[in-house]
């Protein structure tokens, strides 16, 4: 996916989620509301990757995703974008996103899959870099707005629909069975569960993703001081 197709995707997933905000907020739930919502569904994810329950898991990364995109959106729609509100949704939403990861790691470690575990760390650090880049940009005055959301490969919604797609994909190929230890600490992939195949190849992908993706907003930003001295 190129960078203009993530900001498609993302602006495509915000035109969905609107109406649905507009929902809840009939309901007389808040945007702040929303955010805490989501982060609890985080932390039920996380446990569910934990008990190696690789489905459930998954379809509350997907419904988890779908509060971070509810909260703004009903923002906007009602006139409560707020600076605490943003704070809040940026807060809870990497918080959240941090959690799985940790659920994951921690599933795969009990599962006896320590390349999960590892290829897990991999990926937080690089959405944690996803993001910390964002933020010391904006803070810094450059890409002013959520001008910088729209760089780079992997923004949140590509990852957790990534990582969604890897946890039903483990699941529906019988989760994680390590066949036998190699005796040199590798675990061989053999037999029908091939799970282990899928979240690796998921865990992977973002990890490469997202720091490719940071590295995008690096350079963005070097161009960005560029133009400031030469001006």
């Not at 945007?31 to 379809?59: C, D, K, M, S, Y």
């Not at 390349?115 to 002013?144: D, I, P």
């Not at 019988?174 to 992939?189: E, K, P, Q, R, S």
Request: glycine share 16%; charged share 10%.
């Amino acid at each position: 996916m190129t960078s203009s197709g993530a900001t498609t995707f993302r602006t495509r997933v915000r035109g969905l989620a609107e109406p649905i905000a507009r929902g809840f907020g009939r309901l007389g739930l808040t945007p702040n509301h929303l955010t805490l919502i989501g982060f609890g569904i985080a932390i039920l994810a996380a446990a569910a990757a934990v008990g190696q329950e690789w489905l459930l898991a998954g379809l509350l990364v997907l419904f988890g995703g779908a509060f971070d995109l509810l909260d703004g959106a009903l923002a906007r729609a009602t006139g409560r974008v707020s600076r605490f509100g943003a704070f809040m949704d940026s807060v809870f939403d990497r918080w959240g996103e941090g959690v799985i990861y940790v659920g994951i790691a921690y599933g795969c470690v009990l599962a006896g899959f320590g390349l999960g575990a590892v290829l897990a760390a991999a990926a937080l650090a690089s959405a944690v870099m996803v993001s910390y880049t964002r933020a010391k940009s904006e803070g810094l005055g450059f890409t002013s707005g959520t001008g910088m959301a729209s760089v780079g490969l992997a923004p949140r919604e590509v990852r957790i629909v990534l990582l969604a797609l890897g946890l039903v994909g483990t699941s529906a190929l019988g989760g994680l069975n390590v066949i036998y230890d190699t005796g040199f600490g590798g675990y061989a992939w053999f037999g029908v569960h091939d799970g282990s195949r899928v979240i690796a190849l998921a865990l992977g992908l973002i990890a490469i993703l997202a720091t490719i993706t940071t590295l995008q907003r690096i350079v963005h930003v070097v161009n960005q001081s560029r133009g400031d001295s030469n001006s």
